[in-house]
């Protein structure tokens, strides 16, 4: 296996890992622990760690290593709030910078999306967690600007931290019961479709709201 899909498949591996409760806000990620557990190397081990820590989904001690950061209400505000005012541009930005095909690869991850089966089970939720992943960092990549799509990573998987550690209240449904995420993606692929960059970002900037209320505010 080529040095690049080591790193993505230990970067995978070890998300999942988090994912199934293997580890816990607080608990150190050992490198020689975690390429022993994956049958890998260390390198690549340390590549994706290195990874998840510049995303800032993981934290680093000097001669500790990195560890799962303890979540807190404050720390949550401070990144969704981030996180929807930086997507909210990067979405503008893809609306006035998308191609056809961009548009229309948008729609697939959305139907994808709608299309999965039992979204209380583990496997479900792990597709579910890539799908919402390829749409956000997607609309990342079609504004065309690098420092936006950087920003957009970081932001993105340190919220998730949060959506992973509490999703025992977070369900991802309105009030009425109906899913949200879906359905606000496909009114944030239309304005970008239709080039609507102010309609765009702010649907972005709902979505992201709309995500930190459900999970937060059942608590």
């Known amino acids: 296996m080529a040095k690049t899909n080591l790193d993505e498949f230990a970067y995978k591996a070890i998300i999942n890992l988090i994912l199934k409760n293997h580890f ?108 919402n992943e390829n749409f956000h960092l997607s609309i990342a990549r079609i504004s065309r600007n690098k420092y936006l799509e950087q920003y957009c990573r970081h932001a993105f998987w340190r919220s998730n931290a949060y959506i992973f550690f509490f999703d025992k209240y977070y369900s991802g449904l309105s009030e009425d019961g109906q899913v949200t995420g879906p359905r606000q993606h496909m009114e944030i692929v239309r304005a970008i479709e239709n080039r609507n960059e102010e309609k765009a970002g702010n649907l972005m900037k709902l979505h992201v709201r709309t995500t930190f209320e459900q999970l937060f505010l059942k608590i």
């Open 24 to 131: 816990k806000p607080g608990d150190f990620l050992l490198e020689t622990e975690l390429a022993n557990s994956l049958g890998l190397s260390r390198t690549p081990v340390r590549h994706a760690l290195g990874q998840l820590t510049a995303e800032g989904f993981l934290d680093k001690k000097k001669k500790k290593g990195c560890f799962i950061p303890s979540p807190t209400p404050e720390d949550a505000r401070h990144v969704f709030y981030a996180r929807e005012h930086i997507e909210g541009v990067t979405t503008a930005s893809a609306a006035r910078y998308a191609t056809e095909e961009d548009v229309l690869n948008l729609y697939d991850l959305v139907e994808s999306e709608k299309n999965v089966k039992d979204p209380g089970t583990h496997e479900a939720k792990l597709n579910y967690v890539h799908l």
